[in-house]
């Protein structure tokens, strides 16, 4: 159990377009989903916390206008890289978190965006 | 803390021997630690976990200890495998309010045969 999911695992994408990565919980309800991004051999930083049915909160640093997120259902989170540029090209995992009392968020594989 | 590192530490061990992962977090008020795991191009994999009212835990192959003392947590992994090989990282969340985890910096663990 505990099966999250990401589509798509690696998308390349010419500078200037918008690409949108979704983030599902397969086996549970996940009130609240985490957007991390990865840049090569560093760890993982948050950009986002999202809550289903409410705004995402975002880190200190992270555009709201780029980096859009919907969490639309208990099921399903969505980031939307808009405009983006090569120095957006990154590793973005998600997680999901069942809620309260559990602490453990359980994590996607993963998607890397290449940004030509 | 949050942590930002352009270069992984890395530790090499020799394959069944045990292997000793570090980690120093920085926030005082956290109350949850975890270990994961990841390997080359795959999201983060749960190892194991330890709260904050207790100093060790254990689980298979793998323990856990905490010091709150000194703010540091450390990963034991015994009888290491090929399959160990991977970067680890420790990562802390607070105790009221935020549910968001803070990852430390990540360990390479290289297992050499």
């Known amino acids: 159990g505990a099966v999250v999911s990401q589509h798509p695992s690696r998308v390349i994408c010419k500078s200037g377009t918008s690409v949108k990565i979704e983030c599902r919980s397969l086996?549970?309800?996940?009130?609240?989903m985490f957007w991390y991004r990865q840049f090569p051999k560093q760890s993982l930083m948050l950009m986002a916390t999202?809550?289903?049915?409410?705004?995402?909160?975002?880190e200190q640093g992270v555009e709201k206008d780029k980096f859009l997120i919907n969490h639309a259902s208990l099921t399903l989170s969505t980031l939307t890289v808009t405009s983006a540029h090569p120095e957006d090209s990154s590793f973005y995992i998600c997680?999901?978190?069942?809620?309260?009392?559990?602490?453990?968020?359980?994590f996607g594989p993963g998607t890397r965006l290449t940004v030509l | 803390g949050e942590s930002v590192g352009l270069h992984l530490p890395t530790l090499s061990v020799q394959e069944g021997d045990n292997s000793i992962i570090n980690c120093a977090y920085s926030?005082?008020?956290?109350?949850?630690f975890i270990w994961y795991k990841q390997e080359s191009g795959k999201g983060p994999q749960f190892i194991i976990d330890?709260?904050?009212?207790?100093d060790k835990r254990q689980g298979q192959r793998v323990t856990v200890l905490l010091n709150k003392t000194v703010k540091h947590l450390s990963l034991q992994i015994a009888a290491t495998q090929p399959g160990d090989s991977a970067v680890y990282f420790c990562?802390?969340?607070?105790?009221?309010?935020?549910?968001?985890?803070?990852f430390g910096q990540g360990t390479r663990l290289t297992i050499n045969p």
């Open positions: 999202s809550n289903e049915g409410s705004k995402a909160t975002y």
């Open positions: 990562a802390e969340k607070e105790a009221q309010g935020a549910q968001k985890l803070v």
């Open positions: 330890i709260r904050s009212n207790m």
């Open positions: 997680s999901a978190r069942p809620g309260l009392p559990y602490n453990e968020q359980f």
């Open positions: 086996d549970f309800q996940a009130t609240t």
């Open positions: 926030n005082s008020a956290s109350d949850y």
